[in-house]
């Protein structure tokens, strides 16, 4: 057999290599391997068949650097499904599973040197070195075209040291040892906290956990499921859920297994994981938490301490799905409807989807949370593949908020045409907030309709010249910025098509916001939270922490403050524009739109204080906003299933985006036409081929963009019929073709 291994190093090069017959190798072993005259590690992707006929004897692995291959039989196992699944090379699931910290040695120090090259090193020096000392040539142009001019010594090769040595006396080059960062969160202090006296649902839900564990001990070889399909926990927000989670995490780790914990975003539940610390916190060592923050170093050191089973809680974003804990009791997936548990680069994979088979592979209990299930998790509790858990009650015995609609079409009338941003209601309920000293919070649902630059005259919008979006105006730095690409311009003063001065901004964003409350509510203190706002570090820590200690009155934020926040003394919430995200052509659009109003109002009233919600709509009728109003998940569920089985939409079909992209506007579409023709040929039953369109974002990022929307009974025949297609077609070089299995972006 063929050994595909990945060679340690910044270049991340890929050779293939043959397996001697007496060696164990399988996808996730180190081995060492020769390369030129030399040896050197790596990390083995994959292992294939020989080529039929070669003309060279393959080069041979040389050994196993440690007897085990790194990653766990089990995850070998959910490598090969997902790269199944969804046509992604294995190749690219054991990077993900095996991240680049873990494959390289030498990143277990705290501490590492690092070398630096001098800032100007006269041409004349690099020739000399490059005739008399190859070597040093070679580390000193690393060097300088790295970053800073500085690189770990690790990645200059292995034998680098007596070369850097001479650099260095030469006054080239200097050499220091460089601190790697340390847990930004080691420093907040967490104060313990005690299991509750569970109420009668919570118990309920607990015991049906509790009762599902996989017993320690004895291991098994290829053991039933115990029985133990998943649960789906659906509690209304402020229903206890995270109290559930962590006395079923107690009693995982009282059988002797360990547990894991998927939350949406690591950055924006703070909360949840300070909650999981708290209740941990005499076992602070074993909870480990994967940021996209952690230095190589620390994510090397973190990785093997739950490889290892020294840190017994893992909580993660989505790749920490794939986070090595030997006796797997628990997976637990909380807010199991975000869009964030889809991964949108190679490999794609769904992480609540992959959470629930390596479950199944483990085997081990698996819970997924929320106030608004998945169409696709609740069409499961229907066909009994899950168990479903209900709380239905707020845990504190208060009632859910009142919820109100504005109608802004009767606004706008008011106003004489102009649509207010506040209506006269959000605006009152404002300033009683402020007058009792309560707080509040508005939600801006900006995606797509942020302030964008129009003509009056000719209607022209200022757009990206690299994709096909309106610019959005910053008023902090007086710009146009595009949200895709990040592109920048300065704001014109007449109308780049016409040349009339009457160009103006149109709709509104958080910064719009800020500048209407600063006018009708002066003495209020607010903050602003978005991506914007957030692009210093801790920024969000800060401003959560100011809110929660109540020198803040009103915060205004986008989707980043809709998740996962518990605030006893918010009793407003404000939506501005909870229609906005309707109008994209999407079929999730609504199921998105209930979630996040429901979620958003879910913040409100979370104390002693009753809650007032008040949504400003321009479609205060549609069933996503009127099942919300009255937290009637069950309700909306309904209405939408039924418009999802007559069109033949998830959960009762899955479905695939195949998309073509290319500087070249003919060539995608052409590509994508050829496409086409293929895959209507021999196509398998129960699969719907949708038609060559534009991409809703046809142009981005220079790229011209079209896509296929195909639809399917069954996910494999899907992936598989479109694998076949892809690997028996050369596509042209400009034009890049990607698949998207069970696709959540349809942009
Ligand atoms: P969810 O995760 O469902 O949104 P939380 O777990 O945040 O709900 O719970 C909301 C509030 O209710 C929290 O302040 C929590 O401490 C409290 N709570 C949860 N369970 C109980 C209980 N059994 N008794 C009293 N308070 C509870
Ligand atoms: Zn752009």
Redesign the pocket.
């Known amino acids: 057999m063929i050994a595909r291994v990945l060679i340690d190093g910044p270049s991340e090069l890929v050779f293939d290599y043959a397996i001697p017959a007496d060696l164990p190798v399988v996808e996730g072993c180190r081995v060492r391997v020769p390369i030129r005259q030399k040896s050197t590690s790596g990390t083995v992707l994959s292992v294939n068949p020989p080529p039929e006929q070669s003309e060279f004897a393959m080069r041979e692995i040389q050994s196993l650097i440690d007897p085990e291959p790194l990653i766990t039989p089990v995850l070998l196992k959910v490598a090969r499904w997902i790269s199944n699944y969804y046509g992604s090379s294995i190749e690219s699931v054991i990077r993900s599973i095996l991240p680049e910290a873990v494959r390289t040695e030498d990143n277990s120090a705290k501490t590492r040197r690092i070398a630096t090259a001098n800032e100007n090193i006269p041409a004349e020096d690099l020739e000399k070195l490059e005739k008399r000392a190859p070597k040093q040539h070679i580390i000193l142009t690393l060097l300088l075209a790295a970053e800073n001019r500085t690189l770990p010594t690790t990645e200059l090769g292995d034998g680098s040291a007596p070369s850097l040595k001479s650099l260095e006396s030469k006054g080239l080059v200097k050499i220091s040892t460089e601190e790697v960062r340390r847990d930004p969160e080691a420093a907040d202090e967490i104060i313990p906290s005690q299991p ?4 009668d649902q ?1 118990q309920e839900a607990f015991e049906a956990i509790k009762g599902a564990l996989p017993l320690g001990g004895e291991s098994q070889e290829d053991p039933p499921l115990n029985g133990s399909a998943p649960f789906l926990l659906l ?1 209304v ?7 559930v989670y962590l006395q079923s995490a107690q009693a995982a780790l009282d059988l002797g297994k360990t547990v894991l914990v998927l939350v949406p975003e690591i950055a924006l539940t703070p909360q949840t994981v300070r909650r999981f610390k708290a209740r941990f916190s005499q076992l602070n060592d074993q909870v480990a938490v994967l940021h996209s923050n952690l230095s190589q170093g620390e994510r090397f050191d973190e990785w093997h301490r739950i490889r290892t089973g020294k840190a017994r809680i893992v909580i993660g974003a989505r790749s920490a799905v794939f986070a090595p804990l030997p006796d797997l009791g628990l997976i637990i997936i909380d807010e199991e409807h975000e869009s964030t548990y889809k991964q949108e680069n190679v490999p794609r994979y769904q992480a609540r989807d992959v959470a629930v088979l390596r479950a199944a592979f483990e085997p081990c209990t698996i819970v997924l949370g929320s ?1 608004t299930p998945s169409l696709e998790s609740w069409q499961n509790t229907q066909n009994g593949k899950y168990q479903l858990l209900r ?1 239905d009650k ?3 015995a208060h009632s859910m908020p009142l919820v109100r609609v504005i109608d802004m079409r009767l606004e706008k009338q008011k106003q004489k045409g102009q649509t207010p941003i506040l209506s006269d209601r959000l605006r009152t309920a404002l300033e009683q907030r402020l007058e009792k000293g309560e707080q509040s919070i508005l939600f801006l649902n900006r995606r797509g309709f942020a302030r964008s630059l129009q003509c009056h005259g000719c209607g022209h919008t200022c757009e990206c010249p690299h994709c096909a979006v309106a610019l959005t105006y910053h008023r902090t730095d007086e710009r146009l910025v595009c949200h895709v690409c990040g592109h920048q311009s300065i704001v014109p003063r007449k109308c780049p098509e016409c040349k009339n001065a009457g160009i103006a901004l149109q709709g509104y964003g958080t910064q719009k916001v800020e500048e209407v409350l600063q006018k009708v509510l002066p003495e209020a203190r607010f903050a602003r939270i978005d991506a914007d706002a957030m692009r210093r570090k801790n920024t969000l820590k800060d401003i959560l922490r100011k809110f929660k200690s109540q020198k803040i009155d009103i915060l205004i934020g986008t989707q980043m403050i809709a998740k996962g926040l ?1 605030f006893p003394n918010v009793t407003l919430v404000g939506i501005l524009n909870a229609d906005l995200g309707l109008h994209v052509p999407d079929f999730r659009a609504g199921e998105r739109t209930f979630q996040l109003i429901t979620q958003v109002a ?1 913040r409100a009233g ?1 104390g002693e204080l009753e809650g007032e919600v008040i949504v400003q709509t321009f479609t205060p009728h549609s069933p996503s906003i009127q099942f919300a109003r009255k937290h009637d998940f069950d309700g909306y569920a309904e209405q939408e299933m039924e418009m999802r089985h007559q069109f033949r939409f998830p959960p009762f079909a899955h479905c695939g985006v195949l998309t073509a992209r290319s500087t070249h506007e003919r060539r995608a579409e052409f590509t994508l036409q050829t496409l086409h023709l293929r895959l209507k040929e021999n196509l398998p039953q129960g699969i719907t081929l949708g038609e060559v369109l534009p991409s809703p974002l046809i142009r981005s990022h220079d790229q011209f963009r079209f896509q296929i929307t195909l639809r399917s009974n069954k996910a494999r025949p899907l992936t598989n019929h479109i694998q076949a297609i892809l690997q028996k077609t050369t596509l042209p070089e400009d034009v890049t073709v990607v698949f998207d299995m069970d696709a959540y972006n349809f942009s």
Not at 237 to 243: I, L, P, R
């Open positions: 509750l006296t569970l109420n919570q509690g927000t402020g229903s206890g859920k995270t109290e106030a709380l707020r845990a504190d518990h879910g979370r």
